[in-house]
């Protein structure tokens, strides 16, 4: 099989070169997935917003 002596080497390699075509088909399909930001993320920008307002009223 394949021009190797044994079976199960074969087959390792057919299952490595599987995993490998699997991760790229995942990765190009997850590719621009993002996260959902977190709420203590999601707080933590409206506190800047908040700060950057107070700072350009000033001005």
Same mark, same amino acid.
């Given at each position: 099989?394949?021009?190797?002596?044994?079976?199960?080497?074969?087959?390792?390699? #057919?299952?490595? #070169?599987? &995993?490998?075509?699997?991760?790229?088909?995942?990765?190009?399909?997850?590719?621009?997935?993002?996260?959902?930001? &977190?709420?203590? %993320? #999601?707080? %933590?920008?409206?506190?800047? =917003?908040?700060? %950057?307002? =107070? #700072? %350009?009223?000033?001005?």
């Amino acid at each position: 099989m394949l021009g190797l002596g044994d079976f199960w080497v074969a087959l390792v390699y #057919i299952l490595c #070169i599987a &995993s490998a075509l699997l991760c790229l088909v995942y990765g190009v399909l997850n590719w621009n997935r993002g996260g959902e930001p &977190s709420p203590l %993320e #999601i707080k %933590e920008g409206a506190r800047w =917003k908040k700060e %950057e307002q =107070k #700072i %350009e009223d000033k001005l």
